[in-house]
């Protein structure tokens, strides 16, 4: 089942920090983010296995509540290059068959 | 460098005819996987492959056909039965099946009806 992102949309200002949460109705066992700028391939940010793990890339990081089968993607200081859309997948197993979420579209204004 | 490629950038079918998207990858991944993105959606799963000559459908495989003849070529064949393929076509490979790691996407090809 798809998990359910949100918000849908978001608009910043530069310099400000933004949350994207991923929800999902069944266990996880892992949760991968990836931005997608448009027209272009989703570029892969960082994946997230175990629960309550919070891991990080440059000002960007993810943590993973296994409890409440949930993962946020946190977003400090944005930069113009963070527009895009980003999108979860998750797996219900230890396989690599990847469910996306529908995306979260964020815009970074100068 | 390595990665995946995929052709054309763009196609138009027209109606009654199967189209053939071509995706090769050289980073030696063993899995290969097929997606299908609308505008403005998430991206759907329509076929995968673990290994070489074998492959399984996904969410959507309905109007869709695979082969998986060579480790680094997954192509994806677009049928006649498939009434509304219009969508951006993205093609994606990881290292191998069972294990958690990234998946690397091609370019995508956008495919349109004439």
């Known amino acids: 089942q798809q998990p359910v992102q949100s918000p849908q949309a978001v608009i910043l200002r530069e310099g400000e920090d933004a949350v994207i949460n991923c929800s999902s109705s069944k266990a996880l066992y892992s949760v991968h983010w990836y931005r997608q700028k448009h027209g272009e391939a989703p570029v892969f940010l960082m994946i997230l296995l175990k629960g309550g793990e919070q891991k990080g890339h440059e000002k960007i990081s993810a943590s993973f509540n296994e409890k409440k089968q949930q993962s946020s993607l946190y977003l400090t200081a944005s930069q113009l290059s963070y527009s895009g859309t980003y999108f979860c997948?998750?797996?219900?197993?230890?396989?690599?068959?990847?469910?996306f979420g529908g995306g979260t579209r964020l815009m970074v204004k100068p | 460098d390595g990665g995946i490629t995929q052709s054309p950038k763009y196609l138009f079918r027209k109606e009654g005819q199967n189209v053939t998207l071509s995706c090769e990858q050289n980073l030696n991944h063993d899995a290969m996987y097929w997606y299908r993105q609308d505008p403005g959606q998430g991206l759907r799963l329509i076929y995968y492959s673990q290994i070489v000559n074998d492959f399984q459908k996904g969410d959507i495989a309905e109007g869709y056909s695979v082969s998986r003849e060579k480790k680094e070529s997954f192509p994806l064949t677009v049928t006649s039965a498939q009434k509304n393929p219009t969508a951006f076509y993205l093609c994606?490979?990881?290292?191998?099946?069972?294990?958690?790691?990234?998946?690397?996407f091609g370019d995508g090809t956008r495919l349109s009806i004439l």
């Open positions: 997948g998750i797996t219900n197993n230890a396989g690599n068959m990847l469910t």
């Open positions: 994606a490979s990881s290292v191998d099946r069972g294990r958690i790691q990234p998946q690397h």
